[in-house]
T-cell receptor, first 106, second 112 residues
Framework: AQRVTQPEKLLSVFKGAPVELKCNYS??????LFWYVQYSRQRLQLLLR??SRESIKGFTADLNKGETSFHLKKPFAQEEDSAMYYC????????FGPGTRLSVLP | NAGVTQTPKFQVLKTGQSMTLQCAQD?????MSWYRQDPGMGLRLIHY???????DQGEVPNGYNVSRSTTEDFPLRLLSAAPSQTSVYFC???????????FGQGTRLTVV
């Protein structure tokens, strides 16, 4: 079975502070993992994927198969980063975590 | 290139009414899916399709039907709307897992 957990419903940080959004998964096969972002009243957008090992808008995420985690990190949060963030796993189909609302305070 | 297009953007239904949410993509993606987004529950998969003529149930399929007669279209039908189906519905498509899913702008449905 595929499952994605995001333990924090809400994460508040001050502008300029580091941020880490946690994501853990369970999947018996080889996982494909993604982070999606949804700004207020907009559609979900793909932020980054583990396969490309890229940095988008200053965010990075490393797949840790030993800990079955794919945490999203940014060293210095900006106010425009405030949004809902969803971790997703693709096995047979896409399964999303419940999401974490990031609020970056001025 | 329009991407994933959903219609309508907003809809109000009375309990017991039926309707179809439309989803179309012009990227020749094989995989299409429908999600509902509810506060505190994230996105839950309703139905998905891995290609024309093939559909399967997701996590919360009850009360919804789908069909995939063409690669481009993946309509979601509510057979008899209930207040519990009040939600925001997102359609998504993907060519392969490496790319990830592209989402439509969502349909906000209210059942009264």
């Amino acid at each position: 079975a595929q499952r994605v957990t995001q333990p924090e419903k809400l994460l508040s940080v001050f502008k300029g502070a580091p941020v880490e959004l946690k994501c853990n998964y369970s999947y018996s096969g080889s996982p494909e993992l993604f982070w999606y972002v949804q700004y207020s009243r907009q559609r979900l957008q793909l932020l980054l994927r583990h396969i490309s090992r890229e940095s988008i808008k200053g965010f990075t995420a490393d797949l840790n198969k030993g800990e079955t985690s794919f945490h999203l990190k940014k060293p210095f949060a900006q106010e425009e980063d405030s949004a809902m963030y969803y971790c997703a796993l693709r096995g047979q189909n896409f399964v999303f975590g419940p999401g974490t609302r990031l609020s970056v305070l001025p | 290139n329009a991407g994933v297009t959903q219609t309508p953007k907003f809809q109000v239904l009375k309990t017991g009414q039926s309707m179809t949410l439309q989803c179309a993509q012009d990227m020749n993606h094989e995989y299409m899916s429908w999600y509902r987004q509810d506060p505190g529950m994230g996105l839950r998969l309703i139905h998905y399709s891995v290609g024309a003529g093939i559909t399967d149930q997701g996590e919360v399929p009850n009360g919804y039907n789908v069909s995939r007669s063409t690669t481009e279209d993946f309509p979601l039908r509510l057979l008899s709307a209930a207040p519990s189906q009040t939600s925001v519905y997102f359609c998504a498509s993907s060519y392969s897992g490496l790319i990830g899913a592209f989402f439509g702008q969502g349909t906000r449905l209210t059942v009264v």
